[in-house]
């Protein structure tokens, strides 16, 4: 029910972002914020509860994704500068990157292999939090330093963006060099990873 309620969030998002009333930019910020609280409650009761289906695993994921990108390609038309616009594209082709990855590792029965990264969830932490304050702040009311602030988190998390997509790019080496039968480049070196996770049950909630 919460995952349905993030997706029809996404063009309530879109239409009070473009609505011009007073306050409408601080309402489309409480619009993500409140998708991006119920993804956490969402997991946090799936956990809890142990209430998972494959079809809500796979739909989970992909709400968050539509959330975070429309919400970037909003800000990134307001904001019109070469370099929001390539932070943006950055962290918008890792979630499809990293998607079609996971997707990939599914359909070789290792999808675990590529769970979910403690700097991916770092990675969301800001991304969410930076999201929130571009929507809120209109600059010529707030002053530039409120946004200046949006736009260091931003940043951060893209360049969390890169990394995390990284270290699941050198998990799934791990895995098609242990399926053609040799060691890995930098195997053995104790280096932390997504790499032999326990069995992908469907209770992992893939938030980054």
């Given at each position: 029910?919460?995952?349905?309620?993030?997706?029809?969030?996404?063009?309530?998002?879109?239409?009070?972002?473009?609505?011009?009333?007073?306050?409408?930019?601080?309402?489309?910020?409480?619009?993500?914020?409140?998708?991006?609280?119920?993804d956490w409650f969402d997991g946090?009761?799936?956990?809890?509860?142990?209430?998972?289906?494959?079809?809500?695993?796979?739909?989970?994921?992909?709400?968050?994704?539509?959330?975070?990108?429309?919400?970037?390609?909003?800000?990134?038309?307001?904001?019109?500068?070469?370099?929001?616009?390539?932070?943006a594209s950055v962290i918008i082709?890792?979630?499809?990157?990293?998607?079609?990855?996971?997707?990939?590792?599914?359909?070789?029965?290792?999808?675990?292999?590529?769970?979910?990264?403690?700097?991916?969830?770092?990675?969301?932490?800001?991304?969410?939090?930076?999201?929130?304050?571009?929507?809120?702040?209109?600059?010529?009311?707030?002053?530039?330093?409120?946004?200046?602030?949006g736009l260091v988190l931003l940043?951060?998390?893209?360049?969390?963006?890169?990394?995390?997509?990284?270290?699941?790019?050198?998990?799934?080496?791990?895995?098609?060099?242990?399926?053609?039968?040799?060691?890995?480049?930098?195997?053995?070196?104790?280096?932390?990873?997504?790499?032999?996770?326990?069995?992908?049950?469907?209770?992992?909630?893939?938030?980054?």
């Amino acid at each position: 029910m919460l995952t349905f309620l993030r997706l029809v969030l996404v063009p309530v998002l879109v239409l009070v972002f473009y609505i011009d009333f007073r306050g409408h930019l601080l309402v489309a910020a409480g619009v993500f914020a409140l998708a991006a609280v119920t993804d956490w409650f969402d997991g946090y009761l799936a956990r809890r509860l142990g209430q998972t289906t494959p079809f809500g695993a796979f739909l989970d994921p992909v709400a968050d994704k539509v959330m975070v990108a429309v919400a970037l390609v909003l800000l990134v038309e307001r904001h019109n500068d070469l370099l929001f616009t390539l932070a943006a594209s950055v962290i918008i082709g890792r979630e499809i990157v990293v998607s079609a990855l996971r997707e990939w590792m599914a359909e070789l029965g290792r999808r675990t292999s590529v769970a979910v990264s403690f700097i991916g969830k770092v990675k969301t932490g800001f991304q969410m939090v930076s999201i929130v304050v571009l929507l809120a702040v209109d600059a010529e009311r707030h002053g530039s330093e409120f946004l200046a602030v949006g736009l260091v988190l931003l940043y951060v998390a893209a360049a969390l963006t890169l990394w995390s997509m990284w270290v699941y790019l050198r998990a799934a080496q791990k895995v098609m060099a242990e399926m053609a039968g040799r060691p890995a480049e930098g195997a053995g070196t104790g280096e932390e990873s997504p790499v032999n996770r326990a069995p992908d049950d469907g209770s992992a909630k893939e938030s980054a």
